[in-house]
C-alpha cells in the first residue's frame, strides 16, 4: 500500500486495479480486506462478475455504490467470461463488448489480463470506451486459444488485422 500511496500520488487518476481474487491465496474476508486500500486509491477498477459476487455477495455496482465498497467515480470493467465484458461508472453501463467468438478453449488462463491488457492499451491511446473493450475481448479471446498466460496475445499489428472496421486509427 505504501507503494501504491507514492505512485498514485505522483500520478493521480491513472492508477488502474485488478482484483484478480485467488482463493488460494486466501478466504473472501482476507481479500475484502487486503483490497480494499487499493480499492481507495485506484479509478479504474477490473473485475469479474464471480469476484465480486465472491466477496460481496453481488454484481451490482450501484449496490456495490452504495454499500460504500466502492465510489461513483470509480469506473468499473466487469467480466463475465464467454458472455463478454461491460464497464459502469455510477451504476450505469457506459458500454459493453460480446465475447469474442473462440473455436476451441485450449487454456482459460490469462482472459482476464489480457482483457486488461486490451483496455489500457486502448484507453491510453484515447479509444472510446467502446472500442476499448472490443481491444480487450480480442486478446482476452486469445489468451484462451492458446496454451499458457500471455502466449497468445497479438502483436499490435495483428490486433489492427483481427479489429479491421473498429480500429480506432489515431
Ligand atoms: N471462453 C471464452 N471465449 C471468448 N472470450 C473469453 C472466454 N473466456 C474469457 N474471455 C474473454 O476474456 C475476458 C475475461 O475473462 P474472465 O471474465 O474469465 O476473467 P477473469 O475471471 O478475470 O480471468 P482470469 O482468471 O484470467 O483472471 C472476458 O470478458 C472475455 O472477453
Ligand atoms: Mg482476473
New binding site residues.
Partial sequence: MAWIDDWVAARPGHFSFDL?VRRRLGGPEAWRTTVAGALRKASLVFA?R?ELATLWGTDDTKDLISRGILTPDHTVVV????N??WVERDGSKLASSP??P?TR?VD????????AAGVLAARLRDWPWEEALRL??LV??LA?SHPGDWEGYPLWDEAQAALGDSWVDR
Avoid: K, M, R
Avoid at 108 to 115: C, K, R, S
Fill in positions: 484478480n469479474s464471480h467480466t463475465d467470461g464467454a463478454g465484458a465475447a469474442w473462440v478453449v482459460a488462463v490469462g482472459a482476464g489480463d489480457g482483457l480487450g475481448s482476452g479471446a484462451v
